[in-house]
Each structure stands twice: as C-alpha cells, then as structure tokens.
C-alpha cells in the first residue's frame, strides 16, 4: 500500500466546519473518533503552534521513518485544525481501531501541561469545536469517541490525565445542542 498523502490545510474551527461539509465519506467511513495529544512536541516546544513545515516534518516521519501508509486525521493546536490524512480515507494512529476511527492529535503533554487554561484552554475548545463538526456531519454519537489509552493493545498513557473523556463529550454535546439553538426551537404552550 503506498502512502495515502496529506491534505496539509489548516482551518479555524468555523472553516473546519464548512470543509467538512465539502467532503464525502464513500469508499471509508469512521465509526468513532479516538483522541490522542503528541505529548513530544508539547505546547512548549511548539510556541507558536503547529506551522506547515512542522506539518510536512511530521510527513516525513510517519512516511519515511514509521514506514505507515498514514498518520492521524488531525493536528489540533491552539491556534488552528491541520488536516493531516485524508479524513475519507483510514489512517494510523491507534493498533485497535485504525479501520473503524478518525485519529485527532491535540498538540500538547496533556500529562503535564493544563487542559483547562492558557493554550491547553485553546487547544480544547478547538478540538471540542473539531469533534462537535465530524459528529454532526457523520452521525456519530459524541459518547462512541474514545482516548488512545483506552486501547487495550497499546502501552501510551495518552493523551495524558490532565484530559477527562466525560468532561470532552459534554462540552462537545453542549456545542452541538448550541449550534443548532433557534433550529429547532422550543415553543411556549398557547
Ligand atoms: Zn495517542
């Protein structure tokens, strides 16, 4: 199998959004969506977020160095989506569930580095924003998405603990209920 390619773009949440809605899921659908974060390079290591030759670095290893015919969907930072693998096409990012899931990385050591403030905060609301789009658009049900570490073929305490997976699901319920506010609204009874 040859190497499926990257779509290397980047989007603020609302472009990801109307990108997703350009896309058909024909030849490969996800069922799920697992979560991960790079942990090396962490938020620290990458200041001003993930840039697009930092993308096409990481090409490279997942290509030449890993030898894997793809890498994970999505490049989450704070500052932007980087769509990595086709999101039509199956990656690799998980041992279990590569056929069947979308791999979103959050940049971050979400071990060490806070989820709930500063760029964490960032990364989180822009993953959150990433998860509530895939979902609407494909049907999936937010409480399907699973973390890395929850594979029982792998050894990676990832993404780390400062990420709480019931916590992730109710914010991406919240937004998916909010965007779609004055859609279908509530009527006062005569
Ligand atoms: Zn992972």
């Known amino acids: 199998m040859p190497w499926k ?14 990108y997703c809605h350009t896309i058909a899921w024909t030849a490969w659908r996800p069922s ?4 991960h974060n790079t942990a090396i390079p962490s938020l620290a290591q990458r200041p001003d977020g993930l840039t697009r030759q930092h993308i096409s670095g990481l090409e490279v290893f ?8 793809g890498g994970p969907h ?9 769509v990595f693998t086709p999101l039509n096409v199956s990656g690799t990012h998980s041992p279990s569930w590569n056929k069947v899931a979308l791999g979103i990385e959050m940049l971050g050591d979400f071990e060490k580095e806070p ?3 500063g760029r964490g905060l960032s990364v989180r609301k822009n993953v959150v924003a990433a998860m509530a789009t895939l979902c609407a658009v494909l049907g999936l049900d937010p409480h399907t998405m699973r973390l890395h570490r929850e594979d029982p ?3 990676h305490a990832c993404p780390g ?12 319920q919240d937004l998916m209920i909010a965007r779609h506010n004055g859609e279908h609204p509530i009527k006062p009874l005569p």
Not at 5 to 18: H, L, P, R
Not at 32 to 35: D, E, K, P
Not at 74 to 82: A, E, G, I, P, R
Request: proline share 0%.
């Open 32 to 35: 799920f969506i697992v979560l």
């Open 115 to 117: 989820f709930d403030s």
């Open 62 to 69: 997942y290509r030449d160095e890993q030898k894997w015919f």
């Open 5 to 18: 390619g990257i779509v290397a773009k980047s989007f603020s949440a609302s472009e990801f959004d109307a």
């Open 161 to 172: 603990k400062n990420v709480r997976k019931l916590e992730v699901i109710q914010q991406v």
């Open 74 to 82: 999505l490049f989450v930072d704070d500052k932007q989506v980087w």
């Open 153 to 155: 073929a792998t050894t």
